[in-house]
């Protein structure tokens, strides 16, 4: 069965600091991973996803994801975080037609 | 082009009453699969359909839970009898249904669900 972990339920940076979101996966076979953004009360954003063509993924709003399968991992990257990036974030492994989701994580950004 | 549309958006019961919630998935779209999200929990998944079939089941409560794609309309998850752990926010998404890697999923908004 496949399963996800967000490690650090809270992540707090400053504006302009490097955002990381750590994602950790099993799965029995080669996974599809996802990374979704909430912002409140609304739906599920994709950010970016890996689909095995290349172990960095670029996304949008400037987040980018590596894979790597030695680690079981595919933690969730900004270079410079800015107020707009406040969300919360989630991870995701599809082995077949429906998503497992990790608890996700909320992204503070203070000024 | 609109994504995916989810009614209402927020949604009060009784406990005893029904819910029904409403899917339309984005254009083109044929596949719709059901999300609930508890609070301090991540989207755990109810149940996949395509028009007029079920094709995966295995996350809905065997008891008061059904959801069905019709041939025309939307999707509807429907709740009987509400209890008050039926509180969470209710997503839908929605596929193409393409093989393989290309197939990702859109979400709508959600509808929130309060049992009073």
């Known amino acids: 069965a496949q399963s996800v972990t967000q490690l650090g339920s809270h992540v707090s940076v400053s504006e302009g600091a490097l955002v990381l979101l750590r994602c950790n996966y099993s799965s029995s076979v080669p996974p599809y991973l996802f990374w979704y953004v909430q912002y409140p009360n609304q739906g599920l954003q994709l950010l970016l996803k890996y689909t095995s063509a290349a172990t960095l993924v670029k996304g949008i709003n400037g987040f980018e994801a590596e894979f790597k399968k030695s680690e079981t991992s595919f933690h969730l990257t900004k270079p410079s975080a800015h107020m707009s990036d406040a969300a919360e974030y989630f991870c995701a492994v599809s082995e077949g037609s429906t998503l497992t989701f990790g608890k996700g994580t909320m992204l503070l950004v203070s000024p | 082009n609109a994504g995916v549309m989810q009614n209402p958006r927020h949604l009060v019961r009784r406990r005893g009453q029904e819910a029904r919630l409403r899917c339309s998935p984005m254009?083109?779209?044929?596949?719709v699969y059901w999300y609930r999200q508890l609070p301090e929990e991540g989207l755990k998944f109810m149940v996949y359909l395509q028009k007029e079939n079920i094709i995966d089941e295995s996350g809905m409560p065997k008891e008061r839970f059904s959801a069905e794609f019709p041939k025309e309309g939307p999707s509807i998850l429907r709740i009987q009898q509400v209890v008050r752990g039926d509180s969470a926010a209710y997503f839908c998404?929605?596929?193409?249904?393409?093989?393989?890697?290309?197939?990702?999923?859109?979400f709508g908004p959600g509808t929130r669900l309060t049992v009073l």
């Open positions: 998404a929605s596929s193409h249904g393409l093989a393989g890697s290309t197939d990702t999923q859109y």
């Open positions: 254009k083109g779209h044929s596949h």
